[in-house]
């Protein structure tokens, strides 16, 4: 099944070939038309694991990426679910590191295969913070204020004192 790509007559004009776009409402309208409608299949596609480039990369439309996030960055609830897209997106990236690291239709030598599962856990982290490695810090020492006053003190009072004459112009 061969997909075929509409007229250019048909297809709405890119959004970095309309003039004016911020001044002009009607051109600024059909933007934002076209994202919403869109908008859907993006979720969508995301949820199965795909990236928002990818997705809009194969979009016959041409949406620009950039616009396209600020676009839904401007709607509260577009926001939500996008970070929401994004952490069922980190939960479907999980199950492509199992089938990388047992090597399922994945063929791929040890290195490679430790640089993809790396990549998506550090972008899984990104995305999900249930995915991001914790840290820990522990402290085993107690630390005196006033041990460390009186020690600050004492190198003080101990310092070498240095002769000499006092040249001004120096």
Do not use: C
């Amino acid at each position: 099944m061969t997909t075929q790509t509409p007229p250019a007559w048909l297809a709405p004009p890119a959004a970095n070939h309309i003039p004016n776009i911020g001044k002009n409402p009607p051109a600024t309208e059909l933007l934002h038309t076209r994202y919403r409608i869109i908008f859907e299949s993006v979720m969508e596609r995301m949820y199965s694991g795909a990236t928002l480039s990818a997705v809009l990369a194969d979009d016959f439309r041409d949406v620009n990426v950039g616009a396209y996030i600020r676009w839904i960055r401007k709607d509260k609830e577009l926001n939500r679910r996008y970070e929401e897209a994004k952490e069922i997106r980190a939960e479907t990236w999980s199950g492509k590191i199992i089938e990388e690291a047992e090597g399922i239709n994945h063929p791929n030598d040890t290195a490679r295969s430790k640089l993809i599962i790396d990549t998506y856990k550090w972008l899984m982290g990104i995305d999900n913070k249930q995915y991001r490695p914790s840290q820990q810090v522990e402290i085993n020492s107690q630390i005196s204020i006033t041990a460390a006053i009186e020690q600050g003190m004492s190198r003080a009072l101990n310092r070498p004192v240095i002769e000499g004459d006092w040249d001004e112009e120096t």
